[in-house]
């Protein structure tokens, strides 16, 4: 079976089943992503399945940036998903309980992106995350374990699933961005008023700094380009909160400020 065949029936798969709201289980043997690389290829596809209904790519998500978030997926190496524009709300957000099969939330920094980046223009020498930071915001990605056994699956499948994302919770953009020590920018995530958990932004991979260095670097290995405007979730500093009908959720960014999502 050709690759080009393989990876369209694989991806066939996994958009129908997340669409379908059914659980995800390893895909076929001959059909399963042999490696991350691959894993991402599988992840071009099925996007391009559910755009159609999700909207374009405004955004990503980073996985897996902080020992909190790898203990707790048992995974050790970020990992990158793509965000969908009707899947972004903005300061306070209200989603249905049954669009989802277990909802939770996670607390994180984002930064939009200055100016596009492309594999023809960036040099990793050369390269600062600095230099290519818009605006910085608090953000809540709102995750999915749409996984049957998430366990189960591997790690190049859950990327090629966007790794748990099902969109985003914005906050207002903060330009003075350079005035803050990003490592120090403490995070909180509060259900029902109620704190659960808190961590620091040196907590993603030594800085939030690192996570944007690594995401533009593997972007860019793959030939991808990222648009000026679209914006990063740099990861995860409180372990992820799951949510039933009725919750409200808040997570909090020092100096950034807050966001919130009501379960209905």
Avoid at 21 to 45: D, F, R
Avoid at 133 to 144: H, N, R
């Amino acid at each position: 079976m050709k690759d080009f065949e393989r990876l369209s029936q694989a991806a066939l798969i996994l958009a129908s089943q997340r669409k379908g709201l059914m659980p995800i289980k390893p895909l076929p043997q001959k059909l399963q992503p042999a490696n991350e690389a691959e894993g991402y290829v599988l992840q071009g596809c099925v996007n391009q399945l559910l755009q159609r209904d999700l909207g374009p790519i405004v955004g990503y998500k980073i996985g897996c940036t902080t020992p909190v978030m790898q203990k707790f997926l048992g995974i050790p190496t970020p990992c990158a998903g793509e965000v969908f524009s009707r899947a972004v709300l903005a300061g306070h957000g209200t989603v249905p309980r049954n669009a989802f099969r277990c909802i939770g939330v996670e607390c994180e920094i984002v930064v939009s992106i200055s100016e596009t980046l492309s594999p023809d223009d960036y040099s990793e020498e050369n390269f600062s995350p600095m230099d290519v930071i818009g605006s910085m915001m608090v953000g809540m990605e709102i995750v999915d374990d749409r996984y049957e056994h998430y366990g189960s699956l591997g790690v190049p499948t859950l990327i090629a699933d966007n790794f748990f994302n099902s969109g985003c919770v914005l906050g207002n953009a903060f330009t003075c961005w350079d005035t803050l020590n990003f490592n120090d920018l403490s995070g909180v995530t509060r259900v029902n008023g109620v704190a659960l958990g808190k961590g620091r932004g040196a907590q993603i991979m030594g800085s939030p700094l690192n996570a944007l260095r690594w995401f533009v670097k593997s972007m860019m290995s793959r030939g991808l380009t990222v648009q000026k405007g679209q914006f990063v979730m740099l990861g995860s500093v409180v372990e992820t909160k799951w949510l039933e009908a009725g919750d409200v959720a808040e997570v909090e960014i020092e100096s950034l400020g807050s966001v919130s999502l009501t379960v209905e």
